[in-house]
């Protein structure tokens, strides 16, 4: 079946230190990788998608790379700031999937100043 | 640009009083879904309308029941509310047309549920 792993928070960085946050996945097919933001109290955003394998998705400078050999789209930025402070989620969409999107659980980020 | 709005952000609940929570969307979007939130739990998907007229259950769909009223507007009941159901509630909504592959969801600010 699909499913998505990142990896366990929380995470805490110094402002302008560099960020990965690790995602696997298990998936049949062809799917769509995302990662998505929510800052607190508000609900989930999109921050980026990458839709086939090599493909990288990039916003607010953040990155990830769709990388089908080793089944990851791990989220990479160089540097990181106090407002970057947020929870992210790694999901994956599979249409064969009744088109729902599988969630991973989340990694919660803070930055100090 | 309001996008998806829910009512009520906050409540209070005796266990077995019942309460419904509304969701709207205003993007034309043919899904919508109810997630809860848990913490450790991430996500967790309780029903989803794939299309006007029509629901079907998610990952924990017991103890609640949706009605999907219009293309604008999904719906979440709690018919005898428990303890086990204090959460963070959030709808969403996607472009979704049957065999499209966009995942993107588009979220409400979430209703938090407190069960007493």
């Known amino acids: 079946g699909n499913s998505v792993t990142q990896m366990e928070g929380p995470v805490t960085l110094s402002e302008e230190a560099f960020l990965t946050i690790n995602c696997t996945y298990t998936?049949?097919?062809?799917?769509?990788l995302f990662w998505y933001v929510q800052y607190p109290g508000e609900g989930l955003q999109l921050l980026l998608k990458?839709?086939?394998a090599d493909d990288k998705g990039s916003n607010k400078g953040f990155e990830a790379t769709y990388r089908k050999e080793t089944t990851s789209f791990h989220l990479e930025k160089g540097s990181v700031q106090v407002s970057d402070s947020a929870v992210y989620f790694c999901?994956?969409?599979?249409?064969?999937?009744?088109?729902?999107?599988?969630w991973g659980l989340g990694t919660s980020l803070a930055v100090n100043p | 640009n309001a996008g998806v709005t829910q009512t009520p952000k906050f409540q209070v609940l005796k266990t077995g009083q019942s309460m419904t929570l509304q969701c709207a969307q205003d993007?034309?979007?043919?899904?919508m879904y109810w997630y809860r939130q848990d913490p450790g739990m991430g996500l967790r998907l309780i029903y989803y309308?794939?299309?006007?007229?029509?629901?079907d259950k998610g990952e924990v769909p017991n103890g609640y029941n949706v009605s999907r009223l219009n293309k604008r507007e999904f719906s979440l009941r709690l018919e005898s509310a428990a303890p086990s159901q204090t959460s963070v509630y959030f709808c969403?909504?996607?472009?979704?047309?049957?065999?499209?592959?966009?995942?993107?969801?588009?979220f409400g600010e979430g209703s938090r549920l407190t069960v007493l």
């Open positions: 969403a909504s996607r472009k979704g047309l049957t065999g499209g592959t966009s995942g993107e969801l588009f």
């Open positions: 993007m034309n979007h043919n899904s």
């Open positions: 309308s794939a299309s006007e007229g029509t629901t």
């Open positions: 998936a049949t097919g062809y799917p769509s």
């Open positions: 990458a839709t086939k």
């Open positions: 999901a994956l969409f599979n249409a064969g999937n009744n088109r729902k999107l599988i």
